[in-house]
């Protein structure tokens, strides 16, 4: 239009040869931006301001292209973020006595029908912490074991044991509720169809914590699902908390009032079998009066 291309009388050398109305021109546009060379439409060098639209052009379009690229991909190469509704951990920690030692437990579950794969679990104790020297280091991790790889093929129960190499020894109910710290909890794993990796993660705060508390079989055992070939799992039993007997004390308190039961067996730690049956001793340990028990309420 600024070379009066397309009035009546046009000049005789046109600033895109071959292009007599718009759409030959867009042809030409078009051809300059896919392919390395020209046919019959080309772009002349009578017209400066044509020269400039095409050199534009190409950057715009050479960057559009780029960024298009990194976007498709960052998406399939950017781990997934997992929805609650499929992959996710409960809303609340729970602290309770297993096998005769106060544990941290988490529930996680993956109800998606594509499962994850060699999924693994790592968790993290995060508070402020002083040094020998007297630096008082913010946000000091100290990873919290757990049984890193689990099978979800149903919700799941992460366990810490709470010995003498836990940063939670110490930790009192009143420090658990009251103290400044949080835990956190990250999956990490595989798609199983597509291959793709996939992470999820939560934190938990001292008011996230119960003590006292357990988490509830939510596999329905005497419910199979013929069309689906699985067991049926009580979503609303997820986030569900039932109340349970645990002493009201730290697991070092604890392990300092615990003595071993003597026996007369001629095998320390052997039960008793009077008559020929084995008794009901399920431990060599009991506890003495000092470690009290209290009953949570039902509130979960």
Known sequence: MAHYDF??????????????????????SVEAQTTIGFGDRAIDEECPESIFLFIMQLILGTGLSGVLTCVVYAKLTRPEKLSRDGVGFSKKAVISMRDGRLCLMIRAWDLNYDHIISSEFTAHFVNT?????????????RSLSLQQRQFLLWPVTLVHVIDENSPLYGYTPDLIAYNSYEITVSLKGASASMGTFTQSQTSYLPKEIAWGYRFP??????RYDVHKQKYVIDHKKLDLLEPV?????????????????????TVPGTPRTPGGHFSETVSSFHLERSSSFRKKSNKA
Do not use: H, N, Q, W
């Open 7 to 28: 009035e009546p009388d046009p000049p005789k050398r046109t600033c895109v040869t071959g292009g007599k109305d718009f759409v030959t021109i867009f042809l030409a």
């Open 129 to 141: 912490y002083r040094s020998k020297e007297g630096e008082v280091i913010r946000y000091y991790a």
């Open 245 to 265: 007997d645990t002493p009201y004390c730290s697991a070092m308190e604890l392990d300092r009032t615990t003595t071993p039961v003597k026996s007369d067996s």
């Open 217 to 222: 079989a939510v596999v329905k055992v005497c």
